[in-house]
């Protein structure tokens, strides 16, 4: 049974830093999609982030965020620099067998985590 748990949200000023960690548990965390999603009010959840072998970014946070995964610890990371109000969003992490930017591809997802961003 894969279970992945999200931790490291919170509030901070636009400019400021965080790092989100998803630990997963399960079979299998090498090898896999791993994913960032996030979802602000009243808008669609949107890709964040993904690594498989390489990392590949939404064009709204490339050079600003950074995903990582520690297959000994199986726990993905996010570190977000440079925040901005418009990243306020509650962050998901995901797995999904094969790489996309689809959430509707994405078979297990963590109960995510608040990131509040003020100005």
């Known amino acids: 049974q894969v279970q992945l748990v999200e931790s490291g949200g919170g509030s901070v000023q636009a400019g400021g830093s965080l790092k989100l960690s998803c630990a997963a548990s399960?079979?299998?965390?090498?090898?896999?999609?791993m994913a960032w999603f996030r979802q602000a009010p009243g808008k669609e959840r949107e890709f964040v982030a993904s690594?498989?072998?390489?990392?590949y970014y939404a064009d709204s946070v490339k050079g600003r965020f950074t995903i990582s995964r520690d297959s000994a610890k199986n726990t993905l990371y996010l570190q977000m620099n440079s925040l901005k109000p418009d990243d306020t969003a509650v962050y998901y992490c995901?797995?999904?067998?094969?790489?996309?930017?689809?959430?509707?591809?994405?078979?297990?997802w963590g109960q995510g985590t608040q990131v509040t961003v003020t100005s």
């Open positions: 995901a797995r999904s067998a094969s790489l996309s930017t689809n959430p509707t591809n994405y078979q297990f």
């Open positions: 399960g079979p299998a965390f090498g090898g896999i999609n």
């Open positions: 690594i498989m072998w390489s990392p």
